[in-house]
């Protein structure tokens, strides 16, 4: 009732209120409350315990979950063979991408990528296209490619308005980039499921296929300077950061981070923008290619 998910109207009666009744109704939102309580806090209480057991360590099944699950695999892999939990963790993940300040149109709106003059596009890690989606039913001359693993794009169709614009291809991102002749390559909310030393890989995979004048487009939280804002505006990103630690040793970055990361990747990759769309809760990188 202190958090008004139930209320007392009159002495010794319980109502609901509109909390409890979108618990009740609302399917993402209970599969949201179901991951978090079953599969993040568990990661959560064995944290430390995983940092002392493997220190220093960047690998994705050598976490907190690990731990707590007695499960040799990265939570990742592990859900895709359970379907029950698979299905509840993905529909967490729709329920929380559809806060206000994870909307496409930060991305698709931002003049400084120049979204008009792209021929060709891979969305790399786009699912079932969103993005991809958004953009060419905005710029009528973009193609777009949406690599993902062939179990997440199984049966994915661009709508009838831009099927010939958007296309689908399965492609592990570890893997050396088949499409040579795009303009530009996004990751949009791919890097920050991985550690340093993974999404390096992730970058490198792409270093076959790009050449001068080519882009690297990452849409991703940047977490903030110290003291540039109220403990309360960060808290959340910092516990995301802390959450990544727990799931799979990945982490969230801060400009200082994506700069080194970028740099240990690859010395021809070349920060050619850094924003922040007001209201938005990613950042957009434009990475040049020289």
Known sequence: MTYHIFAEPTPGAVCHTASSRLLAENTGLRAWVANTLNELLPAASRMVDAMERWPGSQEP?????????????AMFAALGRDETRAKTFAESMSFFEARPGLAIHYLVDEEAIGWGG?????DIGGSHGKVSIGLARKYPSIKCVVQD????????????????Q??????????EQPVKDADLYLLRWVLHDWSDQYAIRILKALTPALKPGNRVV????CLPSHGTMSLYQQRFLRA????????????????????????GADERFQICDFKHPPGSELAIIIVGWQ
Request: glycine fraction near 4%.
């Open 61 to 73: 099944n050598e976490a907190g979950w690990n731990l707590a699950f007695g499960n040799p695999d």
């Open 166 to 175: 958007v296309s689908f291809m399965a492609h592990d991102f570890f893997n």
């Open 240 to 263: 995301t950061d802390l959450t990544m630690k727990q799931i799979q040793n990945a982490r969230e970055r801060d400009e200082a981070d994506w700069k080194t990361l970028l740099k």
């Open 118 to 122: 792209v021929r060709k596009m891979v």
């Open 218 to 221: 990452i849409n991703e939280s």
């Open 149 to 164: 693993f062939k179990k997440v794009i199984e049966g994915a169709r661009p709508p009838d308005d831009v099927d010939d």
